[in-house]
């Protein structure tokens, strides 16, 4: 008798612990099969975090090749936000990404055309297996970075840009829509380039430093 009530204590915490502490759908979208509007919205905050890095790094690094990538990320990024967010047209009913630009008439072939910086170290032609850290979409979880070293931005940056690549290369599989295809290739491109430029800068022994920046 006691065995039971103890066990069936047990399960009732466990019950707890796991409501309590269960992460929502959205704490993993690159995890998940999104659509458009999800894709739009995600990749909005995943881009805000990147930026938000590069900017608080802008004032510690010293190394000129650093500071070129840091400046990239803020400048493109920054203008692919502004492109999503305007790309958003508001429905009064639901609020969602409009798909008028949708081609829901034709049998779209769903597909990733590869291109050359699939094939460039470190990058991969399909999806890779990084891991889906929370802290790539949510600033609250960025706030102790303040104190990057380029060591640390590097091996932070790198996942995260792969993370937004794999995402994107999920949402060519399924989307009709004209835009996010574009953006999406958009983000695969960049995002690669700066993910090799970053890995072999990372492989470099002797990182080198101004003392003018």
Do not use: W
């Not at 790309?87 to 990733?112: G, P, R």
Request: hydrophobic share 35%; with cysteine.
């Amino acid at each position: 008798m006691l065995k039971t009530s103890i066990l069936c204590i047990l399960i009732i915490i466990c019950i707890y612990f796991t409501i309590k502490y269960k992460e929502p759908f959205t704490t993993y979208p690159c995890n998940q099969e999104l659509t458009d509007d999800e894709y739009i919205d995600h990749m909005i905050t995943h881009h805000e975090v990147a930026v938000y890095m590069s900017e608080s790094h802008l004032h510690h690094t010293k190394n000129p090749i650093i500071l070129d990538i840091l400046r990239n990320v803020i400048r493109l990024q920054n203008y692919e936000i502004n492109l999503m967010k305007d790309s958003k047209i508001v429905d009064k009913t639901n609020d969602e990404f409009s798909d008028e630009m949708s081609m829901t008439d034709q049998n779209t072939k769903k597909s990733y055309r590869y291109t050359q910086g699939d094939f460039t170290k470190p990058n991969t032609p399909g999806v890779s297996n990084t891991y889906c850290d929370p802290g790539f979409f949510d600033m609250s979880h960025n706030k102790n970075l303040h104190d990057m070293t380029d060591e640390m931005y590097i091996q932070h940056m790198i996942p995260h840009h792969q993370v937004a690549v794999d995402m994107s290369k999920k949402i060519l599989q399924k989307t009709n829509n004209d835009f996010v295809m574009d953006l999406a290739y958009k983000i695969i491109h960049n995002q690669q380039l700066e993910i090799t430029n970053l890995y072999y800068l990372s492989k470099t022994k002797n990182m080198f430093e101004s003392s003018i920046l």
